[in-house]
């Protein structure tokens, strides 16, 4: 998909397959061509086959991602790394309030085959909201197994799977949004 006048770098996107389906749907990958970003989308049927699937799709690059206050969003680019921090050309955090953008240094690791936890400081564990969207072009996917912290850092719990069910590791694309409003 080509989005006139966007700007890649920086930015995130999430992919959700559409429809009465079993299909999947991922992100395969985004950057910039000339004034616009692009973003490559591959769905996935239920045995792991490709398959033309509808989608829905959502990129930001701005304040108040998928309309939360806050918020935090990650490209988790490794796959097999125990601890990191995942790529800081495509990772950022906002604290809605008097505190403006914040340096979050997500991190990010691989707990086991296919599950990864992901540390989101200066987020709240209450009224949030977390996506994840498998990276890649093979047909992975993933899904949010659970998050829990405090007003001050949560904790996103990752579950990824191969076309037969089975954990695997992949990268992926995390977006996290809350309600929090600092007033100093």
């Given at each position: 998909m080509t989005l006139p006048g966007q700007t890649a770098g920086g930015a995130t996107v999430e992919v959700t397959a559409y429809g009465p389906?079993?299909?999947?749907?991922?992100?395969?990958?985004?950057?910039?061509?000339?004034?616009?970003?692009?973003?490559?989308?591959?769905?996935?049927?239920?045995?792991?086959?490709p398959s033309d699937s509808q989608f829905t799709l959502n990129f930001a690059r701005s304040r108040?991602?998928?309309?939360?206050?806050?918020?935090?969003?990650?490209?988790?680019?490794?796959?097999?790394?125990?601890?990191?921090?995942?790529s800081l050309?495509?990772?950022e955090g906002y604290i809605a309030g008097d505190l403006g953008e914040v340096e979050t240094d997500i991190t990010a690791g691989r707990t086991s085959a296919g599950r990864y936890s992901v540390?989101?400081?200066?987020?709240?564990?209450s009224g949030s909201n977390v996506q994840i969207t498998a990276y890649g072009t093979g047909p992975e996917h993933c899904k949010v197994v659970g998050w829990?912290?405090?007003?001050?850092?949560?904790?996103v719990n990752v579950?990824?799977?191969?076309?037969?069910?089975a954990p695997t590791d992949t990268r992926f694309v995390l977006v996290?949004?809350?309600d929090k409003f600092i007033v100093l």
């Open positions: 389906g079993s299909d999947h749907c991922k992100v395969s990958s985004w950057g910039q061509s000339g004034g616009d970003a692009v973003v490559g989308v591959r769905c996935f049927d239920s045995s792991g086959a108040q991602v998928n309309g939360g206050l806050s918020y935090s969003y990650a490209w988790a680019n490794n796959a097999t790394a125990a601890a990191y921090t995942p050309s495509y990772q540390s989101l400081p200066g987020m709240s564990a829990s912290g405090t007003e001050t850092n949560t904790n579950a990824c799977f191969d076309a037969s069910g996290y949004t809350d």
